[in-house]
């Protein structure tokens, strides 16, 4: 089905691109069907985000599906991710570890291309040695003006795979690929978390003596907690009271603390890897106030809250 979603793209956006765009069944299928079926690959779909665009308002030469690890960015503006490019003249299509081009845009105007260039290669160090069948320089979507945006994507290409319209690859090998792909992907995400002397702050302390391994893990831990949309979820679901001890910001604080509650993330830190956390804000998240979060992630078992509990218990008991 991915071979046939690539195959049907290549084959009739030319001739789709004559037509008027609003309400376009090919484009409907670039943002609905091609995303889902790409969605059914996945083993932890709520870790992602799925999308792809024909286009906004009229048809955009390059058309995309791209695949967004919720923890990294939520929109094709911004962060990495990777993306199915198709080339301008549908000769063929990339798939390519990318990143978001309009944030950077924004950001250096005077450069972005070199910027982007730059950042491709140190996201290319810091998932060190790929597998071979990536490319590591920039691609080539056959556009016609280098004005256009698609010129970003051509030098903000991390690693990528081209398939020739002439010679796609089997559904398998296409699969397999889209796999290596997210592993890659993975590994950048998790990387980056890599702490360095200068970014060690005081509350990491617990971990610190533990080694780079579980600060590395705490900061995967706290960028779970930082999601807006996951912590909110869970705040919603779990309430504004803490699950420890019982606080509550509003009865406290009156309406300064209204709503306000810390979501935890229950993964033992120990366990926590890439795409195989799972993100459930009901059964993966707890709501505490801000000294019970601290203090658990003092305590040895910090997804125990029920030894937590106790342990604040014996206190009030004495
Ligand atoms: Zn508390
Ligand atoms: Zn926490």
């Given at each position: 089905m991915l071979r046939e979603n690539i195959e049907r793209i290549l084959r009739e956006y030319p001739s789709a691109k004559n037509e008027p765009f609003s309400g376009h069944a090919l484009a409907h299928f670039l943002r609905h069907d091609f995303p889902k079926d790409l969605e059914s690959l996945v083993d932890n779909p709520n870790r992602y985000k799925f999308t792809g665009?024909?286009?906004q308002g009229t048809w955009a030469n390059c058309p995309w599906v791209a695949v967004f690890d919720i923890l990294v960015t939520e929109s094709a503006q911004s962060g990495y991710y990777p993306v199915y490019l198709f080339q301008e003249n549908?000769?063929?299509v990339y798939l390519s570890l990318n990143q978001g081009v309009t944030e950077i845009r924004?950001?250096?105007?005077?450069?972005?291309?070199h910027v982007l260039k730059i950042r491709a290669s140190d996201f290319r160090a810091q998932i060190g040695p790929s597998l071979e069948e990536f490319q590591d320089t920039p691609i080539n979507l056959a556009i016609s003006?280098?004005?256009?945006?698609?010129?970003?994507?051509?030098?903000?290409?991390?690693?990528?795979?081209y398939y020739n319209s002439d010679n796609l690859p089997s559904e398998d090998q296409l699969i397999s690929n889209f796999r290596d792909m997210l592993r890659l992907y993975e590994l950048l995400s998790y990387n980056e978390n890599i702490p360095t002397a200068s970014s060690v702050r005081e509350q990491d302390e617990p971990y610190i003596s533990k080694g780079t391994e579980d600060l590395r893990k705490l900061r995967e831990?706290?960028?779970?907690?930082r999601n807006v949309k996951l912590s909110k979820a869970a705040k919603k679901n779990h309430g504004y009271t803490c699950q420890a001890c019982g606080f509550n910001f509003a009865k406290f604080y009156g309406l300064l603390g209204e709503e306000f509650i810390?979501?935890?993330?229950l993964t033992p830190i120990s366990e926590l890897?890439?795409?195989?956390?799972?993100?459930?804000?009901?059964h993966d998240f707890a709501v505490l106030c801000s000294n019970c979060h601290s203090m658990i992630h003092r305590f040895e078992k910090p997804e125990d809250i029920e030894a937590f509990k106790r342990i604040l218990r014996q206190r009030n008991i004495n």
């Open positions: 665009s024909a286009g549908m000769k063929g924004e950001k250096y105007k005077d450069n972005p291309k003006s280098t004005s256009e945006l698609a010129a970003f994507y051509e030098v903000g290409n991390i690693y990528a795979q831990h706290k960028r779970i907690e810390e979501a935890h993330h890897k890439g795409q195989r956390v799972t993100l459930d804000p009901v």
